[in-house]
């Protein structure tokens, strides 16, 4: 069975970092597009960050622009979300999701998703 897990989520500063890491099983993992998505409470999901499957495309939401960096692992079948400069707004559970040999960047068209890891960034 496929599956997503994230983990690193929790509790920051303004200003401050944290480092989400989705562990995949299951899947190809090399043929598909990941891709990190956020939702806040009372909004839609929305997308954040998303990388090819070989890291060399990479994808990002104005909002986090030059504070947030995503990587993957191939051997390892893990893709990273390292942020930074964290802001209150940045508060919500942060799926990872993947998507068969696409981009990663359409919440209407991902595959899987993982369960959540929630992220509080308190000011």
């Known amino acids: 069975q496929v599956q997503l897990v994230e983990s690193g989520g929790g509790l920051a500063q303004a200003g401050g970092s944290l480092k989400l890491s989705c562990a995949a099983s299951?899947?190809?993992?090399?043929?598909?597009?990941m891709g990190w998505f956020r939702q806040a409470p009372g909004k839609e999901r929305e997308f954040v960050s998303a990388?090819?499957?070989?890291?060399?495309?990479?994808a990002y939401a104005d909002s986090v622009k030059g504070r947030f960096t995503i990587a993957r692992d191939n051997e390892k079948e893990m893709v990273y979300l390292q942020m930074n400069s964290l802001k209150p707004e940045d508060t919500a559970v942060y799926y990872c999701?993947?998507?068969?040999?696409?981009?990663?960047?359409?919440?209407?068209?991902?595959?899987?998703w993982g369960k959540g890891t929630l992220v509080t960034v308190s000011s």
């Open positions: 999701a993947a998507e068969r040999a696409g981009p990663g960047t359409n919440p209407n068209v991902i595959n899987y």
């Open positions: 299951g899947l190809t993992f090399k043929i598909y597009g």
């Open positions: 990388s090819s499957w070989s890291g060399g495309r990479t």
